[in-house]
């Protein structure tokens, strides 16, 4: 069992580091955090005891944000020392999806390496988890959460990973047959999911689940969490919609919107630089109708006007601009 899992978790390391300039034969920084992590007198012993106070620590490290690439695959070695295969199976998967939030690989990855594992037709709970991990990856969610219920016990803490799966699927089959969303079930659903955010602040999808489970203020919430955690990922578009949907914006204006979080970088690269032009990728968002994103950015280059560099630049923009972008600029170069 061990030499067939510890080939999943192998392969888990290929797929991530391959699209990171991985690949040579010299040890890389998670082997390497790896082995710091786990205290090596551990991996040679049965004392299971041992192996659960080191998921204990590695468990809070993710509670107070320090969660690092390659924590989840020392996680997934200690799982599978302490015989927790079906826990080792999701805490591979989690460096996956980790990996997969911030745009480093694509789902498919996930998906031949969940397909590789049961090819390998391990023992059942490997088994058990891997296919119910495809079925969570493929969006198949009341397939995912019978699955993971039967592998996952009342013994799980709330915040788990396989918790929070199957929070998940909770979540997207509320979505899909529930028009009133303060149904008793739904609201203890939603109430648990947002309990455990401490331990996904750095997980982009768990951001995301949100934003698209919820309404109004929360769901912006997530939305802007997800976008900050991961500008480029894969759930970056789908939440500026959300962000835009709040603001009663139009969809296509979705393609303008930043983050609070964004419009403050942009600035501070921009002012540390001395560089006004690094401010023309915030000229789309300040042309929109308005709504919170626009007026924030607006208020924040207004600021910028006592500096002559940058309102030179607003007064050049606003010569050869129009409409609503010509006015916001003549109103911040007016500061």
Known sequence: MKIYFEIFTFLSLVIVFSCCGGGNSQITPVQQDR???IPQQIIGETDRQALLRS?????????????IQGMALTESGLRENAGDYAGAVAAAYKELALAYGRGLIQKED????LLNLLE?????????????ILAFVRGQWAEASAGLSLLFDQYEEPDSFANWMLLVCALEMNRAVLADTEAAENRRTSAAYRAIRARYAQFPEYWYRGARAFSGVI??????NCI???VLGPFADECRKILASHAGLRPEDSLSIKTKREIETIISQSINTGNPELLDSLMPLI?????PYTVYA???LRALNSVPVFRDYFTGQASFSSGRLAERLSYISRG
């Open 55 to 67: 998921l204990d620590e590695l468990a809070e490290l993710e509670r107070a944000g320090s969660w």
């Open 110 to 113: 996930i998906k031949q390496g």
């Open 219 to 224: 769901a912006a919430d997530y939305a802007e």
């Open 228 to 230: 900050n955690s991961s």
């Open 287 to 291: 042309s929109l109708p308005d709504n």
């Open 35 to 37: 082995q710091r992590l």
């Open 120 to 132: 390998m037709k391990n023992e059942p709970s490997v088994t058990g988890a891997a296919n119910a």
């Open 298 to 300: 607006t208020g924040m």
